[in-house]
């Protein structure tokens, strides 16, 4: 079985670019889920506030966006 995506360049660059970037965005989304088990289970990252994890997790989507957006 093939499965294959088609997209007309340039018009939907948009939709080509969020394809080929979805493993790195589930990647990190795994990440962040892995992450924030051992904060809430074993108290760890050393977050002095729940501010502080959601910055540090915006970091990390910040940067994924941005590298889609290259």
């Known amino acids: 079985?093939?499965?294959?995506?088609?997209?007309?360049?340039?018009?939907e660059?948009?939709?080509h670019e969020?394809?080929?970037h979805a493993m790195d965005?589930?990647?990190?989304?795994h990440d962040i889920d892995q992450h924030l088990r051992s904060v809430v289970k074993h108290g760890e990252g050393g977050y002095e506030s729940v501010?502080?994890?959601?910055?540090?997790?915006?970091n990390q989507i910040s940067e994924l966006l941005q590298k889609v957006e290259e």
């Not at 965005?25 to 989304?29: G, I, K, N, T």
């Not at 501010?51 to 915006?58: F, K, S, V, Y």
């Open 1 to 11: 079985m093939k499965a294959i995506l088609e997209f007309n360049l340039p018009e």
């Open 13 to 15: 660059k948009y939709e």
């Open 18 to 20: 969020r394809a080929i």
């Open 25 to 29: 965005a589930f990647a990190l989304l």
């Open 51 to 58: 501010e502080d994890l959601a910055t540090n997790i915006r």
